[in-house]
């Protein structure tokens, strides 16, 4: 498991509208292309840089596909992460205001103190 590689996901696919509404569309293709292509990328580097090792365990995998935001969570991604990339998948679906943020919440009301650790 490598909390880094699903913030550094979370990071980048919310950062390029074109990957997000790719994520939205196709999440298992996203993120099966986003893992082979980009995992390895050396954020603000020259290109050419990569490491070769980074990779998504199953359930990680499984739970990004899916937009498990608390399964996510469990797995120690950054919920400020989480959150503002699924705002942007999802919000537009919701018509009152805070519609998504709330039930986005509700979702994680079963969690207490401490909460998964999110350091990376």
Known sequence: MSRYLLNKFLF??????????RYRSEPREL??????????????????EASTWLRFDDVEREALAT?????LFELGAHPFLTLTLFIALFER???AP?????????RLAHFSMPYPDIAT
């Open 93 to 95: 679906d919701n018509t």
């Open 98 to 106: 805070l519609e998504y943020q709330k039930s986005y919440g509700a």
């Open 12 to 21: 980048t696919v919310d950062r390029d509208p074109e990957l997000v509404e």
């Open 31 to 48: 993120v099966a292309w986003w893992e082979t292509e980009r995992a390895n990328a050396v954020l603000n580097c020259h290109t050419g």
């Open 67 to 71: 937009h498990d935001h608390v399964k």
